[in-house]
């Protein structure tokens, strides 16, 4: 992956990840988890959207052992640490399932369904999961 | 215009891989460039030699390696997502300790950042799933 890098390397484009499904059930959410993480070594201008079931992904207290699935909710924690920082859940899908910001494991920015549209349309790349 | 495509779903379930292939084939019949096509999620099971389709049915695996043998595609199978899913190189089964391994010709196993570059290197990166 190295040379890959350095060829790349002064590209920095908007990346756009879009997460549209909830965390168990699909596979969908890990293996978009795994992108990001990779991905952030490649530094671009990450975001990362939460909408529909895809909220759910981001809920505190995921406890799995019954349907003996990996819980990686923890994850998410560590993507700051990946400097993928902005994290942007829309309002209206929040709404619909009843959660609060204060129902998500990491801070997050809320963002109306307009709002989030912009952000959609303001990427260079858009992944969606 | 420089593309990449990434396709999610697997063959026959879903009509993602159909879509992915007739628009890569679209694309380079208008002249334009395909960077490469990355297999992600489900969309790995494409890259198998083994599938037998009935034969009044398109063979969606022999389509994409005579795809990527006219136009010399970068077809790569995201590793992880392979390893999940029992699709395996001949560098992967030595590696893993398989018996054997099954990718299609014209397919080849590498890392998620060949997705990334994907789509930093193209104009267009298009996703095909569910």
Redesign the interface.
């Given at each position: 992956m190295s040379d890959e890098m350095m060829e790349d390397e002064g590209v920095v484009k908007k990346l756009g990840y879009v997460n549209r499904k909830a965390p168990y059930g699909t596979v969908y959410a890990l293996e978009s988890l795994e992108v990001v993480l990779i991905g952030a070594a490649f530094d671009q201008d990450v975001s990362v959207i939460f909408m529909d079931d895809g909220v759910y992904q981001l809920k505190k207290g995921q406890d799995t052992k019954a349907s003996e699935m990996k819980n990686f909710s923890p994850t998410y924690r560590a993507l700051e640490g990946y400097d993928v920082e902005k994290l942007y859940v829309e309002k209206e899908s929040m709404d619909t399932r009843g959660l609060s910001a204060d129902d998500l494991i990491v801070p997050v920015e809320i963002k109306s369904s307009e709002e989030i549209m912009q952000i959609m349309e303001d990427q260079d790349i858009i992944l969606s999961f | 215009m420089k593309f990449s495509i990434?396709i999610?779903e697997g063959p026959y379930t879903h009509q993602a891989s159909d879509s992915a292939y007739l628009f890569t084939k679209a694309v380079l019949e208008k002249g334009h460039e395909i960077f490469r096509v990355f297999f992600?999620?489900d969309g790995v099971n494409n890259g198998t030699r083994l599938t037998t389709p009935p034969q009044d049915d398109r063979n969606i695996v022999k389509r994409w390696s005579e795809l990527a043998e006219a136009h010399k595609l970068d077809m790569v199978v995201c590793v992880?997502?392979a390893q999940?899913r029992g699709i395996v190189d001949p560098e992967e089964a030595k590696r893993n300790s398989k018996d054997t391994d099954n990718i299609a010709p014209g397919f080849h196993i590498s890392?998620?950042?060949?997705?990334?570059?994907a789509?930093?290197?193209a104009d267009r990166?298009v996703?095909f799933?569910d």
């Open positions: - | 990434m999610s992600y999620h992880a997502a999940r890392g998620l950042g060949q997705l990334i570059e789509g930093i290197q990166l996703v799933g």
